[in-house]
């Protein structure tokens, strides 16, 4: 049981590599991204993947391997993946937008959300904050251990059948053991709560505060946590870091932590515009609130300076079977989406793009 657990936490063919771009002919960035990517792409256990960069106020998008191993149904800028852990993004502008509407604070502590039996979200009389769960500085554990005592848990589609009733079973037990905004440490069970908090806050589903205040502003029309059958034939087919074919996630109560599905196309409106910054709620969700000296974090966006001096603000993302990355320079005017169906990581694709936008 150990080892299975062990083997969940690590999720948090060969084809050629040929990139569909605006571009009639290719062009040094065509070139270069091709040559990013073709180690990714040689590696058999791999089978899809999409690009979309933002450069020169232009949008490129770049299309490799099949969605569906075996067979030659390449990706387009329509096929959906599993974004994983960026949507904790999401969930960090829906919490700046509740900011902005007075519904939520900043530093509110957790149990004036959750009441007085959750007294016990604090740490020697200093209480979990809203924020804290925002910065993953809450010292609420990265997962329930509770996850796997669900009916029909499987480590597949490890989240199906979490219930908010257990996640708020398990909040009344934990004792956190370190001053809350102090120490770093990610979790996908404190993003999830803050999704939670959120959906109480507007009385909506997280899927329905998503569609509002993000999707249906950007015309971001196939982003969405439940897909339809109409979907399906553009859904990618999902394989794990060994190259096996995975169940799709469902977060279920923690769907705010990673459930949302997207293309490339809707994630580059996203990320385009996060850099632009017009939306109150995305700028917000940009400011630094907690920073050591190896961590910087907005509301869930992590920030970095590159080698050359410049901010990047990013998120990745995993689940067992798919693989993500987005990011923006907003000194430089670039962005850039990777979006894969496998578990293994494609942040080293992303950063070599970005160091070549640089």
């Not at 990706?75 to 959906?80: D, E, H």
């Not at 102090?182 to 959120?198: H, P, R």
Request: hydrophobic share 35%.
């Amino acid at each position: 049981m150990q080892r299975i657990f062990a083997v969940f936490i690590m999720f948090l063919g060969l084809f050629q590599a040929k990139a569909q771009t605006g571009n009639q002919t290719p062009s040094l960035i065509d070139s270069k991204i091709d040559s990013i990517v073709n180690n990714f792409m040689l590696n058999p256990v791999n089978c899809g993947l999409s690009i979309a960069v933002y450069q020169d106020k232009k949008i490129n998008y770049y299309h490799y391997g099949s969605i569906s191993r075996g067979t030659n149904q390449k990706p387009t800028n329509k096929t959906i993946y599993e974004i994983g852990s960026i949507s904790k993004t999401f969930t960090g502008i829906l919490f700046a937008q509740a900011i902005l509407d007075k519904k939520l604070g900043l530093n509110d502590p957790v149990k004036k959300h959750l009441g007085e039996a959750y007294s016990n979200l604090a740490y020697k009389g200093t209480d979990i904050e809203l924020v804290h769960l925002a910065n993953h500085t809450s010292r609420i554990h990265r997962v329930p251990f509770n996850l796997m005592t669900q009916p029909g848990f499987t480590i597949g589609n490890p989240y199906k059948n979490y219930t908010k009733e257990m996640v708020m079973e398990y909040l009344k037990l934990m004792k956190p053991d370190t001053l809350p905004g102090t120490k770093n440490e990610y979790s996908n069970l404190g993003m999830g709560l803050l999704g939670i908090i959120e959906e109480k806050a507007y009385n909506k589903s997280y899927e329905e505060l998503i569609t509002q205040y993000i999707c249906q502003p950007l015309g971001m029309n196939d982003t969405k946590i439940t897909i339809t059958k109409s979907d399906t034939s553009h859904f990618a087919k999902g394989y794990d870091d060994e190259g096996n074919r995975t169940s799709y996630w469902d977060l279920g109560a923690l769907a705010g932590a990673g459930g949302i599905r997207s293309t490339a196309e809707d994630m580059m409106k996203y990320t385009k515009a996060n850099l632009e910054e017009t939306n109150p709620a995305f700028k917000l969700s940009h400011q630094s609130t907690f920073n050591d000296s190896k961590n910087h974090v907005a509301l869930a966006w992590h920030k970095t300076l590159t080698k050359k001096g410049n901010e990047l603000i990013w998120h990745n993302g995993r689940t067992g079977g798919f693989g993500s990355f987005c990011g923006f320079i907003p000194s430089k005017d670039v962005a850039v989406v990777v979006l894969a169906n496998s578990g293994n990581p494609v942040d080293q694709i992303a950063i070599g793009i970005l160091k070549f936008l640089q």
